[in-house]
């Protein structure tokens, strides 16, 4: 079954209204050949038959959420982010709240190495931690409560100074298999962030968060997705004082047009956050 410009488009269209995610032109090519097996291997012979198909199974509906998700990362990525996270911000969380778990909410988690990520750091500071590691792809989020990873998920360069904490976690095919007291610091969750405004939602996003990490997500959702997720994070899963980091290739865009008013920018050197600002009285 060959998928033209029309039908792709008319998938995308179903794709972004449920996700708000807009594949990169890269990215359509990868979609429409999933569609091409996928309707082949169902007997499929139009892509009407399939949309139809699609409003009827949910299964087959979360595969094609799953195909068209983008799912790179590495532990410890942008290194400078995470050497904060150490140097400042878990080292201070201990000496006003002792032994009081920090809550740390991986958005967007991917494979889990960044929720990883965090854990490790928490553990080499003697912080107690609660993490919700959170993704609308059931795929990736099966592989985070497993906890195995492939060597590919370690880099040369970016996160090395960190890579030592990793090295208990080796197996010897190369892997990274973590024991199951790291793994229960994190707890995995399903979430669809382009309705995390809706009031449906409101009972599975996580509360009170410390740090919230939603990195590598807003290149993909137009600027009106971009402002809802943050006033929704910002104002209903953010505790007073609580950070929130995204990628650093994304800090431009987050300006005034997309930033609510409980939130401010924050630098430390090169490392700019934003953080919950408290409220009067």
């Known amino acids: ?158 996160g090395v100074a960190f890579q030592n904490l990793l090295l208990p976690y080796r197996t010897a095919d190369a892997k990274i298999a973590f024991s199951d007291e790291l793994r229960g610091y994190i707890t995995t969750r399903q979430i669809n962030l382009a309705e995390m405004d809706n009031p449906a939602s409101e009972g599975i996003l996580p509360k009170m968060q410390d740090i919230v990490f939603i990195r590598n997500v807003f290149i993909y959702f137009s600027q009106d997705l971009r402002a809802r997720i943050l006033k929704t994070i910002a104002d209903r899963c953010m505790a007073e004082d609580g950070i929130l980091f995204v990628s650093m290739s994304e800090i431009a865009q987050i300006d005034g047009s997309v930033m609510p008013v409980s939130l401010e920018k924050v630098s430390d050197g090169s490392v700019f956050y934003f953080q919950k600002k408290r409220t009067e009285g």
Request: include cysteine; aromatic fraction near 8%.
């Open 1 to 158: 079954m060959t998928v033209n410009e029309e039908n792709l488009g008319m998938i995308i269209d179903i794709i972004t209204a449920t996700t708000g995610i807009i594949p990169r032109s890269s990215h359509r090519e990868g979609i429409r050949s999933y569609l091409s097996a996928k309707m082949d291997e169902l007997g499929i012979a139009s892509v009407k038959e399939y949309t139809d198909k699609l409003k009827k199974d949910r299964t087959l509906f979360m595969e094609l959420v799953n195909e068209s998700t983008v799912n790179e990362t590495y532990f410890f990525r942008e290194e400078k982010q995470f050497t904060f996270v150490r140097s400042k911000i878990l080292p201070n969380w201990i000496a006003r709240h002792g032994s009081q778990p920090i809550k740390m909410w991986s958005a967007a988690c991917s494979y889990g190495e960044e929720a990883y990520s965090l854990a490790l750091l928490a553990r080499d500071c003697g912080a107690r931690a609660h993490i919700t590691a959170s993704d609308i792809n059931t795929a990736v989020l099966s592989h985070c409560a497993e906890g195995v990873f492939n060597a590919s998920s370690m880099r040369g360069g970016d």
